[in-house]
């Protein structure tokens, strides 16, 4: 049966970033977002099911990333993914700290995505290695691994890139973003460190790779008042209408930026996403992966692919790779 609202634009498929909850359960010296339990919208999975069967209906397949916090602590998290797979394809940000057997013999193989997330003062670089790679060899999984730039872990950057690519590894290096000795990063990261990070970008053996990492570190270095990055008000853009954020209490947002407008709850049966671009509400953008009308075409396959659905559920426009 065809979407009752088929995306009419590229990717012509639903993005929904959901942020499960903010609980982890690891205690990160660089995360002082994650350390505090909060609320969360807790439900059974076949109210879940109940849900985005609607949102199929609505829009057909959608790709569900889940961000937080650690997705994979949140109450029957493998079965809610399970589920989700019937209709949908899935990205999993996670690091990797669930028991992987239990993983492959619960979870399907095909539709979905595993970004994980390398914690150094966590995990060993060799046995987070290890659980990825397990992952990859469990029928047409698509893993990447990413690592905070975190100042005092700059010195392990580019052997933990070497291992991973040596792997095929897709690695993404996330600008830090926090206070470190008093000072505010990605602003305040030194010469000789910016340098370093952009030796590491410049030397990534995957392009694809070396292309997100190279955006993401200009998007963190530009100024606050850039106008072609972050001082986005009043432009077309398609968040809304081809990605949301979910929040942990359920509320749904056109984007990662509150001031950009709210479009409801997940929960509400009436929940409808733009049909069109709308001008951006808010004062400064906090992504780069904004939509932009007139720009986003040209990265559409770069920032915007998706795992395929193994019952071709997905519609025109899918592409099948390693979601960024």
């Given at each position: 049966m065809s979407p009752l609202y088929p995306r009419q634009a590229p990717p012509f498929k639903v993005h929904w970033n959901w942020e499960l909850s903010l609980a982890c359960n690891y205690d990160c010296s660089y995360c002082g977002a994650h350390k505090e339990d909060s609320p969360c919208l807790v439900l059974p999975v076949e109210r879940w099911r109940e849900i985005w069967e609607g949102i199929h209906a609505k829009y057909g397949?959608?790709?569900v990333r889940f961000a937080g916090g650690e997705p994979t602590i949140y109450p029957g998290f493998m079965e809610l993914v399970g589920m989700l797979l019937e209709r949908h394809t899935v990205d999993i940000t996670t690091n990797l700290s669930f028991d992987v057997d239990e993983w492959v013999a619960k979870v399907p193989a095909q539709g979905i995505a595993i970004s994980g997330s390398f914690h150094p003062e966590s995990m060993t670089a060799e046995e987070f290695l290890r659980r990825l790679l397990a992952l990859r060899e469990h029928g047409d999984r698509l893993v990447s691994a990413c690592m905070v730039g975190y100042p005092p872990h700059l010195g392990q950057l580019e052997r933990t890139?070497?291992?991973f690519e040596g792997q095929g590894i897709l690695f993404k290096i996330i600008p830090f973003s926090g206070v470190y000795q008093g000072r505010r990063y990605p602003a305040a990261y030194t010469e000789p460190e910016q340098a370093l990070l952009k030796a590491?970008?410049?030397g990534s053996r995957d392009p694809l790779g070396q292309a997100i990492n190279k955006?993401?570190?200009?998007f963190a270095a530009a100024p606050e008042d850039d106008e072609q990055r972050k001082k986005l008000k009043g432009r077309l853009c398609r968040m809304g209408e081809l990605y949301a954020k979910i929040l942990p209490d359920g509320k749904?947002?056109?984007?990662c930026h509150p001031e950009a407008g709210a479009l409801g709850r997940i929960t509400d049966p009436d929940l409808r996403l733009y049909d069109e671009p709308r001008p951006c509400a808010?004062?400064?953008c906090s992504c780069w992966k904004a939509m932009l009308v007139g720009s986003y075409e040209s990265q559409v396959d770069r920032l915007w692919q998706s795992p395929e659905h193994?019952?071709?559920a997905c519609g025109i426009g899918s592409s099948a790779g390693a979601a960024p």
């Open positions: 397949c959608c790709q890139r070497l291992l590491q970008v410049a955006q993401w570190q200009d749904v947002l056109r984007c808010a004062e400064q193994p019952a071709r």
